[in-house]
């Protein structure tokens, strides 16, 4: 369903990419409905039920699918299945784009100590997308909020 609410600000993805990146800020030219905080704790087993709605909105293309799989990352085959489930989505520009989004936000929440244990997987993950270091490896990744 279209909405005009966000979950995720292109004036974010503005300020605080390349810091957290290493990559110029990329014009997001596509969006979608999303969750804006999909992970396995928002998850119910069968039936499946998606949780905590109260950050839906607007958000890239692949955004949601990209955090479900970085929060996986610790679950080698449980991320290999996410990648394989969902590349239709992730294996496209678009979709990259929103999955980089998405690590650059965990990035952001591992550098306030949130999730340390995520940290050298998403630096791990985002150099494999792009094949540039990442400035959040160096422990520096302070950015504003969203």
Same mark, same amino acid.
């Given at each position: 369903?279209?909405?005009?609410?966000?979950?995720?600000?292109?004036?974010?993805?503005?300020?605080?990419?390349?810091?957290?990146?290493?990559?110029?800020?990329?014009?997001?030219?596509?969006?979608?409905?999303?969750?804006?905080?999909?992970?396995?704790?928002?998850?119910?087993? @069968? &039936?499946?039920?998606?949780?905590?709605? @109260?950050?839906?909105?607007?958000? &890239?293309?692949?955004?949601?699918?990209?955090?479900?799989?970085?929060?996986?990352?610790?679950?080698?085959?449980?991320?290999? +299945?996410?990648?394989? @489930?969902?590349?239709?989505?992730?294996?496209? &520009?678009?979709?990259?784009?929103? @999955?980089?989004?998405?690590?650059?936000?965990?990035?952001?929440?591992?550098?306030?100590?949130?999730?340390?244990?995520?940290?050298?997987?998403?630096? +791990? +993950?985002?150099?494999?997308?792009?094949?540039?270091?990442? &400035?959040?490896?160096?422990?520096?990744?302070?950015?504003?909020?969203?």
């Amino acid at each position: 369903m279209p909405t005009e609410r966000q979950a995720v600000r292109q004036q974010w993805i503005d300020r605080n990419f390349t810091h957290l990146l290493g990559l110029p800020a990329p014009t997001i030219t596509s969006w979608t409905t999303g969750h804006g905080d999909l992970h396995w704790g928002n998850l119910t087993p @069968e &039936p499946l039920v998606i949780l905590d709605w @109260e950050g839906w909105g607007r958000a &890239p293309t692949g955004y949601d699918v990209g955090l479900l799989h970085a929060y996986t990352l610790p679950q080698p085959a449980t991320a290999a +299945r996410i990648r394989s @489930e969902f590349a239709h989505i992730l294996d496209t &520009p678009a979709g990259r784009i929103g @999955e980089l989004v998405a690590l650059a936000q965990l990035l952001q929440v591992t550098g306030r100590g949130t999730h340390p244990e995520l940290a050298p997987r998403l630096v +791990r +993950r985002a150099q494999q997308l792009t094949g540039t270091p990442v &400035p959040a490896a160096t422990g520096t990744a302070r950015a504003t909020d969203r």
